[in-house]
């Protein structure tokens, strides 16, 4: 038996979005073979139909999973340190259907609450800068034996001299 407790109605919201554009493509591709075009024609005309609507990256995206496992994907795939702009940025082909500032939110609440209770044993969240969002996130596993982060996953080109200041929080 499904266990309705552990499923949220933000869940149920997401499902619902990704089934709607699997069933617009499906009605696409219904429209383009019922006008009796030529099986030559049909192709051509259900890929441009297609090519209008936004795409979405044909990858191992996690979409039946939960958001910090698909926040954790973007991480390994970007192997470096992202910040939750950065993050949502990375989500939006994914959900063209949402706006940059509903995925920084959706990143920045769900990455802190699993930061805070340790759900991620790994994850790490830096201070790269004194802005109030000079915050990233990533692995402990990225940090030399010194702290500061090892040059390939580094947010962005920091000096020696600045990366001595980076702490974790």
Do not use: C
Not at 29 to 46: H, K
Not at 120 to 143: A, D, M, Q, S
Not at 155 to 167: G, V, W
């Amino acid at each position: 038996m499904l266990d309705m407790s552990k499923i949220s109605i933000q869940d149920l919201k997401e499902e619902r979005a990704f089934l709607e554009r699997k069933l617009t493509i499906l009605n696409l591709m219904i429209d383009a073979y019922s006008e009796g075009l030529e099986a030559s024609d049909s192709p051509t005309s259900f890929e441009s139909s297609i090519s209008e609507m936004e795409a979405v990256p044909d990858d191992n995206f996690p979409y039946h999973k939960k958001w910090i496992d698909r926040i954790l994907y973007l991480l390994d795939v970007k192997n470096r340190f992202l910040s939750n702009h950065e993050l949502a940025e990375s989500l939006m082909p994914y959900y063209p259907e949402y706006n940059i500032d509903k995925l920084k939110r959706k990143v920045s609440v769900t990455i802190s609450a699993a930061y805070k209770n340790s759900t991620i044993e790994e994850l790490i969240k830096l201070r790269v800068t004194n802005l109030p969002k000079g915050n990233v996130w990533g692995y402990k596993k990225w940090l030399d034996v010194n702290g500061g982060i090892i040059k390939k996953h580094r947010p962005f080109e920091l000096s020696e001299k600045r990366q001595m200041t980076i702490y974790s929080i």
